[in-house]
């Protein structure tokens, strides 16, 4: 960076950066919101509503796949998701983005044929089975390529609040089509399958590779005086030194910027990612797959072969001639390109890596759990005037499920706009669980029993929603380039363990529930087992 150019704006602590604008499209040291930006932001938000719409269709008609076993359904709409997230880590750096995309489009059409076509249960449970991979498949490798853009914060969100509507889209979709359009449930499901084809549009039509998202936004922060190595360097440093007083830049002798971290409480920097990082030397190819799973870092005008000191800390030069090397490596790679795996880790070094994120994945474990033990044990018990009335019961739970997703897209859709701190981020699950215990108080004594609990029902899924978009758009703010792409990934498998444990412990709370108010159909009651409760079928919801 030139002595004699001033940058366009201040970083907190006096860090220079390049002009950005915030947003579907901001980030990256862009100065301002382009074409391809809002294409890449517009195309994350379609594969996050193409992911998830599968899995909640599956939901949502989960009567009629098995009106005697509805926790079947739900069940196998989370095991394999949970079983694809807890294996990710050791085998995602060994396929391809577009490898990965490519099936999850094709598990996508799988499942809807199974379901629509299948005329027993065995075909349409598996039907659900492949959703839940494909949903799976498809959050964990779509949360780790965000974290290969330079706009990640901007593109997780964008991801987020497509999740986000896919809760009320696939409910309306089946309400519309099936429940008050008259047509079959063959037909409602097949219909879906253009949610895949709206999948692969996203991902092989629209949307960049990160080293042509990195290519221009170097480009625009040129215009702006400053590289977007050096910019990214100085907003690593303003955001760490947050956390940590002892991170600091350092202008090296060649005129880059140089991050110096300290001991202090901020940023983990794994060991094992440093020594890798050194290993890698100045060889391009290997930093590049060290940097994002295979993406480019911040390619710019700058040169492209970070170079290491004796000192083991990554320098960026601060001049170079051209882009040549990253154009060629982006040109001709379509969306979801295949961006190159990172160095293997280890299975040990992994998993601790893995359980070093404790501080993102704790959270969303807990407000998942909360909140799906909430709806599926104590939403199901609650009907007005009377939770003896089937009806009533259906009523609620629909009507809560629908303030719920209202919640859930309105908070994910907010990360753009809002940030909250990690001590903020820990605080929404606590409250999720106090919902909890609120709405098991209320099943079981019905101190508060009128239409007026879809507030609540309403601020779950706000809560539930902030703490998803928070979670990732923190760990990709805080985790080095080196894992990112790994760290987001993984840390997914948060959500679905929470889900899983829920469903399991939904079933016994909606028994105690049923049993405390005299509800028969229980599938259990308080360690009676099934049989002896009152009738056979498990209540509806």
Known sequence: MAPSTPP?????????????????????????????????????????????????????????????????????????????????????????????AAAVALLALAAFLCVGLGTSFVPQILGVCLASLQSGLGEASTLALAGAYPSHRSLLTCWSSGTGFAGPFGYAWVAGLHTLGGLSLRATVLAANIIPAVWAVAQFGMLRSPAAAHSAAAAAAAAGALTTADAAAAADAAIASEADASVKMVTTPGGGLRLEHGTGRGQRQPPRARTRSAEAGDDPSAVAGLLGGGAAPAVTTASPRPRRPASGRLVVPASSDSNADAEKASAGAGAGAALGPPPPVGFIATTRHVLGLWRYTIPLLVVYFSEYAAQSGAWAAIGFPSPLDRVARDRFYKLGNWMYQIGVFISRSSGAVYQTSLAGLWVMPAAQAGLLAFFISVAATRWWYNWGLLVPCFICGLLGGGVYVNAFTLLARHEPATTRELSLGAASVADSFGIALADITGVFLQGCLFRINGVPGAVFKCGAPASLAAGGAPAGG
């Open 8 to 100: 366009p704006t201040t970083l907190p602590g006096g860090a220079p950066a390049a002009t950005t604008r915030r947003g579907c499209c901001g980030g990256g040291g862009a100065p301002r919101c382009t074409w391809p930006a809002l294409r890449d932001g517009t195309a994350f938000w379609l594969l996050g509503l193409a992911n998830n719409s599968g899995y909640v269709i599956m939901l949502a008609c989960a009567n009629e796949i098995s009106n005697g076993g509805v926790g079947t359904v739900y069940l196998a709409a989370v095991l394999p998701a949970l079983a694809i997230k807890l294996t990710a880590p050791y085998w995602f750096s060994r396929t391809p983005y577009s490898a990965r």
